[in-house]
């Protein structure tokens, strides 16, 4: 009558090579300590980017899918931005394609009333290229969504100093008037004339440069927050679940090792 084969016969075995099955958990353990330490992982620094609200030189919102929240970090052309951080920082294209990545700040998204705000994650296996990439990029974004802002901001500028000179100019034409206002009737006409010039030049200098404090306050995209520093993903607990890990490997392999070398105890029953 053949025995029943229990638990106990197969740890019979395995204690039997338990010399190489502590060896190969040994190696394991070894191997997954010099590779975790080897292998730096990667760094992520990440910087935060407002693209504002372009008006128009009246200071009306303009809408675009730059505007909008939802639409904003997928609008961008992430391909020519990391192009031209690339040719910013005198590095290949390649360095910057593929490892800096555009999102939106979580609970962001559901506002629609706030400037959209795009998060920059750029990565490197080195610290400080991940937090110079990332600022990089981060910059390029505002340039190339300040274009139509910085348009705006020049008309305003330009209309603002055209009135003020123009205000100077009444100014002068007024103070010359004044004295000879009171006996010269075409003199006056031209006094009350120019003071109401003067009204106009002074209303439309005051609204160009509320409007431009607007734009230069609220309209223009800039970078919230750099970048500083750089996390890994190579930390200690990752470290110490590939060591396990490896250690777990190095066990099986020793313990199957074992019960190829030294057989089964089914197999050996069997072969009684």
């Known amino acids: 009558m053949d025995r029943e084969i229990t638990i106990r016969d197969y740890l019979r075995v395995a204690w039997s090579g338990r010399w190489l099955i502590l060896a190969t958990t040994v190696v394991g353990i070894i191997v997954g300590l010099v590779v975790s330490i080897a292998h730096h992982g990667s760094y992520s620094a990440v910087a935060r980017v407002g693209l504002g609200q372009p008006t128009s030189v009246q200071g009306n919102p303009l809408s675009s899918p730059l505007t909008s929240a939802q639409t904003a970090a997928s609008s961008l052309d992430t391909t020519a931005l990391s192009d031209q951080t690339a040719a910013a920082l005198g ?3 390649s360095e ?20 959209p705000v795009v998060l920059v994650s750029g990565s490197n296996a080195s610290s400080h290229k991940a937090v110079v990439i990332t600022n990089a990029f981060a910059q390029q974004v505002v340039q190339s969504t300040g274009a139509q802002v910085l348009a705006s901001e020049r008309t305003l500028e ?8 123009q205000e100077h100019l009444l100014s002068g034409q007024i103070a010359a008037l004044q ?3 009171a006996s010269n009737p075409s003199d006056a006409v031209a006094l009350a004339t120019d003071t109401q010039l003067l009204t106009t030049a002074q209303t439309n200098a005051t609204n160009a440069e509320l409007t431009l404090a607007q734009i230069q306050t609220t309209g223009a995209p800039r970078v919230l927050v750099q970048a500083y520093s750089a996390s890994t993903t190579n930390t200690a607990p990752k470290r110490l679940q590939s060591v396990v890990l490896a250690g777990l490997i190095g066990f099986l392999v020793g313990l199957i090792a ?3 070398w030294r057989g089964s105890p089914a197999v050996r029953a069997k072969n009684a």
Do not use: E, W
């Open 96 to 115: 910057i394609r593929g490892h800096v990545k555009l999102g939106v700040p979580p609970g962001v998204a559901a506002s629609v009333s706030a400037p």
């Open 258 to 260: 074992t019960f190829i």
């Open 91 to 93: 590095v290949p294209p």
């Open 179 to 181: 004295g000879s206002a």
């Open 158 to 165: 330009t209309q603002a100093r055209q009135a003020r000179a």
